[in-house]
């Protein structure tokens, strides 16, 4: 294993992400500035493991869990973006669905903004799933439902390996020391087994996302859910698909495409994405 490999491995997916998105000096922008002020002014006076997401929304978390929040609050523009278009459309939503929760960021966020509504949060990883249940159990959040498990196409057994807390399916490779074996189960088992109609839908699983996707066809097809892909190209290519089957998906199932800010992408654009992209799917 290279040196590059092994950083590469230890670092978080989110974090990557970030160092792709950041100027080329490493340096404050005006808007990452702007975006801290708010976040600082905004948490003042909030104590303890406690974060205070947007006005109204404050959430007790895993003293490990918080870094990885405070990109949604400040720390990455694109992911403050992806939140505050999250919160927005999902304003009028009652049941989510949240595939590869990680800490679950988005289905507190949800579960705190609509406390009448509805979540269930799935996630493969036994690291990541310890502090999901600990952010839920600290928010005493009754309306989370979780589920510890992998979603793909077919109920089995999926060989996954770790990258930071998360558990990846795409380029895992036989020989590897931590390798792992991981129930996997369908979209649509899951929603039935939990009596569970889901008008939102996050999935975030590292490449994995067609098989997913596969797996949900009677949930998309029969409530036509709004669903929030992260679309990963060069992870789908690893785990035997392409963004090209992805865009024919849901194209073909009459939703549009816009990015997390709103812009419409046309079928063309998604097909040709060359790096890790939140795409929101409209029926």
């Excluded at 939503?93 to 509805?118: T, V, Y």
């Amino acid at each position: 294993m290279t040196f590059r490999k092994l950083v590469k491995d230890l670092t978080p997916p989110v974090l990557l992400r970030i160092k792709r998105r950041l100027m080329p000096s490493g340096q404050e922008s005006d808007k990452e500035r702007s975006l801290r002020l708010s976040h600082e002014r905004l948490n003042q006076g909030v104590r303890g493991n406690v974060l205070r997401l947007r006005p109204g929304i404050d959430l007790r978390m895993h003293p490990e869990a918080i870094a990885a929040a405070k990109h949604f609050c400040y720390m990455s523009p694109a992911m403050v973006e992806e939140m505050d278009s999250f919160l927005a459309l999902t304003a009028d939503k009652r049941r989510f669905l949240d595939i590869g929760s990680l800490h679950g960021i988005f289905s507190l966020a949800f579960a705190a903004a609509h406390p009448e509504g509805q979540v269930l949060a799935i996630d493969a990883s036994p690291i990541a799933f310890s502090k999901l249940l600990y952010n839920i159990h600290a928010n005493r959040f009754a309306n989370i439902q979780i589920v510890e498990c992998a979603v793909s196409d077919a109920p089995g057994i999926l060989r996954m390996h770790y990258e930071w807390e998360h558990a990846v399916s795409a380029g895992t490779q036989d020989d590897a020391p931590d390798v792992m074996g991981v129930e996997k189960r369908t979209g649509d088992d899951l929603c039935e087994s939990h009596d569970f109609i889901p008008d939102a839908i996050k999935i975030d699983v590292e490449g994995h996302e067609m098989k997913v996707l596969r797996g949900l066809s009677n949930v998309l097809s029969r409530n036509r859910p709004l669903v929030f892909l992260e679309i990963h190209p060069r992870r789908l290519i690893e785990d035997g698909d392409s963004i090209a089957a992805v865009a024919a998906y849901f194209f073909d199932k009459e939703y549009r495409a816009q990015g997390s800010v709103g812009r419409s992408m046309s079928r063309f654009e998604i097909e040709n994405l060359q790096r890790d992209e939140r795409v929101v799917f409209v029926p």
